[in-house]
Structures are given as structure tokens and as C-alpha cells.
């Protein structure tokens, strides 16, 4: 078969990650019978330095062309100074927003050759992580109106967070089918005690609730979901949240793994799909070929799963990044006391090579 791949690289160290995946794409192809052909639109930094805007129409038509898209990451100080319209990360809200991806599906999931990289006591960690977090990527804060004015104490700038009771409904049926797959659990995370848009959120989770019976549904503010994911991050399966809220618990959720370089994500909508790591773009280590790749092949292996339904093949990248870790292969980010040390190049052709 051939499948067509639109493969956003982005800007820091979106290049080095990106061909790390398409490395093992290509392994996959070889050994599947598949073929793989890529386009490389242009977004973020790299789109504002070759056209003065951060997304251009040619690439939301080369993405809505593919069969799916997978992005590096977007962003660095170079840009800090631009205004907020014409940054790198509003091409990516712009990307989101384009393709419809009203939800974003992240995992979490502590590999056991990697338990010791966990921050977390090894009382906790030993339980083990094994979560999603499934964040509504298209509505709320960062969507919402904003501006400034001359307030009480003088300038004054305002974000507004809203949602409708349709965007909760829409997040909140993938959050329960996702359960249905997995351990038959949501937690609905909000701030319902000081928020209105938590208090619609809560009550339209609780009525979307009652069309999945088989499915437990507990609420959770916020601030305790952070303190219960390093607490006790075993009791959760599906988290079920804002775009605000699921920005930070994700990241939270990828450091007690390990590695915010391991955890992969999932933008989809009602026909498009856009796969990413949830990391930035490290514009610090940029080049210097110590990025982690595994994020963004373990995206690749999301996309070859969800958006090509090709599950075989994406269970032998699964496993054979499984592989290399058992073998003590490890990047910069995951090598502790007697590990194999190697470059974001190599972790990516080991794992081609295990296929």
C-alpha cells in the first residue's frame, strides 16, 4: 500500500526528530510491503523565515491532502520578539484550529527498563503509570477572546477561557470510548469551585456520563489531580480535561515516566489527524544530536495505528523501541549510571534496525 505523509519538521530540534521517525518508517515500509511518500510543508519559525508568516495556506492544503501529518515541534528564542499573531506557536494553534484536531490524546506509560529514570519513590513508580490524558485542543483559554486595556491599576491584558456545552460533549465521548479500551475509568478534571466554564464542563460530563454505564466517572479539581499524579498516578487510566489544564498535567504526566523526550500525542478531529511528541523544540540542544526521538516515533507509531490502521505495524515499533531500551540503549535525557549512551541519529537507526 501507499500512504502519503505530510511531515511538518519544524524548527530546534524538529529536523533531527522528524527524520529519526521517517528512518523508521521506512523500516516499516521494508518490511511490510508498504510505501511511504513524503511532502515537508513548512510551519512555525522555519515557515516565518521563508514567507513571513507562521502557516501558510500551502500548508494546511498539503496537510489536508495527506493521509496524515506528523509534526516536529515549532518555536525557539529567535522569534520571542515577533507579536503574539505572528509567532511560531500560533502557527500551531492555526494548524489545530484549520484541521478541526478537537482532541489531543496523550499517553503516559512508564516502560520498566526505564523505572529508575523516574523521579518518583520507587514505592509509587513500582505500581506503575499507565495513563492517558485526553485534553480538548481547539476551545478555552487559548481560543478565547483577549486584548488589553487600561484596567484598575492601570494596563491590564485578559485571556478568557470559554466552552459550550457541544465542545464538552464532543471531548468527553472520545475520553469514555477511549476508556471502553482500556480499564473503564474517567477522571474529569476542572476547577468546577471557582470556574463557570468548569461548572458547564462538569455537569456536561456527568450527562454524557450516563450513556456509558460500564464506565466510572469521577471528578477532580485541578490542583489535586497534580498533587495525586505524583502521589499516586496508578489510580488513573483516562484523564479527561481542558486545553489549559491538559497542557500542564500532560507534561507532568510525561517527567514521572522519566523523560518528557518519551511521551507521544495524537490531534485528531472528525477527518484529520496530526501526530506530535508533546516536548518543544529544545532550541538549546538544537544540532547537537542528543534529542530524544523516541516521542516522536512513538507518534509515528500512533499515526501507522490510528490514521493508516496499520496495528501490526505499529506494535513492531512499539516493541522494537521496547528493544533498545532493554538493551540499555539510552539518550542523553534517560542514561543513568551504566547505560549505552547514543545520539538522537542512532536511537533512531537501533530502532529501524530492531524491526
Known amino acids: 500500500m501507499k500512504y502519503s505523509i505530510a511531515v511538518i519538521k519544524g524548527d530546534g530540534i524538529g529536523p533531527e526528530i522528524t527524520e529519526a521517525a521517517i528512518?523508521?518508517?521506512?523500516?516499516v515500509g521494508l518490511k511490510f510491503g508498504h510505501e511511504f511518500a513524503y511532502s515537508y510543508p513548512l510551519m512555525g519559525g522555519a515557515a516565518i523565515d521563508a514567507t513571513g508568516v507562521p502557516l501558510p495556506d500551502e500548508t494546511v492544503s498539503i496537510c489536508k491532502a495527506a493521509d496524515a501529518?506528523?509534526?516536529?515541534?515549532?518555536?525557539?528564542?529567535?522569534?520571542?520578539?515577533?507579536?503574539?499573531d505572528k509567532r511560531p506557536e500560533k502557527g500551531l494553534l492555526g494548524i489545530r484550529s484549520?484541521?478541526?484536531?478537537?482532541?489531543?490524546?496523550?499517553?503516559a506509560l512508564l516502560y520498566p527498563e526505564l523505572s529508575a529514570a523516574s523521579p518518583l519513590r520507587t514505592d509509587i513508580s513500582s505500581a506503575g503509570i499507565d495513563l492517558i490524558v485526553v485534553r480538548e485542543l481547539i476551545g478555552g483559554i487559548y481560543f478565547g477572546d483577549?486584548?488589553?486595556?487600561?484596567?484598575?491599576?492601570?494596563?491590564?491584558?485578559?485571556?478568557t477561557e470559554s466552552y459550550s456545552a457541544f465542545e464538552v460533549e464532543r471531548i468527553a465521548k472520545v475520553a469514555f470510548d477511549l476508556a471502553r479500551k482500556r480499564r473503564g475509568k474517567v477522571t474529569?478534571?476542572?476547577?468546577a469551585n471557582v470556574l463557570d466554564s468548569s461548572r458547564l464542563w462538569r455537569a456536561t460530563v456527568a450527562s454524557v456520563a450516563k450513556q456509558y454505564p460500564d464506565i466510572t466517572l469521577e471528578n477532580m479539581f485541578v490542583d489535586n489531580c497534580a498533587m495525586q499524579l505524583v502521589k499516586n498516578p496508578a489510580q488513573f487510566d483516562v484523564l479527561l480535561t481542558s486545553n489549559m489544564f491538559g497542557d500542564i498535567l500532560s507534561d507532568e504526566a510525561a517527567m514521572i515516566?522519566?523523560?518528557?523526550?518519551?511521551?507521544?500525542?495524537?490531534?485528531?478531529?472528525?477527518?484529520?489527524?496530526?501526530?506530535?511528541?508533546?516536548?518543544?523544540?529544545?532550541?538549546?540542544?538544537?544540532?547537537?544530536?542528543?534529542?530524544?526521538?523516541?516521542?516522536?516515533?512513538?507518534?509515528?507509531?500512533?499515526?501507522?495505528?490510528?490514521?493508516?490502521?496499520?496495528?501490526?505495524?505499529?506494535?513492531a515499533v512499539d516493541n522494537a523501541i521496547k528493544k533498545v531500551l532493554s538493551e540499555g540503549w539510552r539518550t542523553p535525557d534517560i542514561c543513568g549510571e551504566g547505560c549505552k549512551k547514543v545520539g538522537c541519529r542512532l536511537m533512531g537507526k537501533l530502532i529501524a534496525e530492531r524491526l
Open 257 to 315: 515516566t522519566g523523560s518528557i523526550g518519551l511521551l507521544p500525542s495524537s490531534s485528531v478531529g472528525e477527518k484529520y489527524a496530526l501526530y506530535e511528541p508533546i516536548h518543544g523544540s529544545a532550541p538549546d540542544i538544537a544540532g547537537t544530536d542528543t534529542a530524544d526521538p523516541i516521542a516522536t516515533i512513538l507518534s509515528a507509531s500512533m499515526l501507522l495505528s490510528m490514521s493508516l490502521h496499520l496495528s501490526e505495524e505499529a506494535a
Open 69 to 84: 501529518v506528523l509534526l516536529g515541534a515549532v518555536g525557539g528564542p529567535k522569534w520571542d520578539a515577533l507579536p503574539g
Open 146 to 159: 483577549r486584548g488589553s486595556r487600561q484596567g484598575r491599576y492601570g494596563e491590564e491584558a485578559f485571556d
Open 23 to 27: 528512518e523508521v518508517l521506512n523500516a
Open 98 to 107: 484549520a484541521l478541526g484536531l478537537y482532541a489531543n490524546l496523550r499517553p
Open 188 to 191: 474529569s478534571v476542572d476547577k
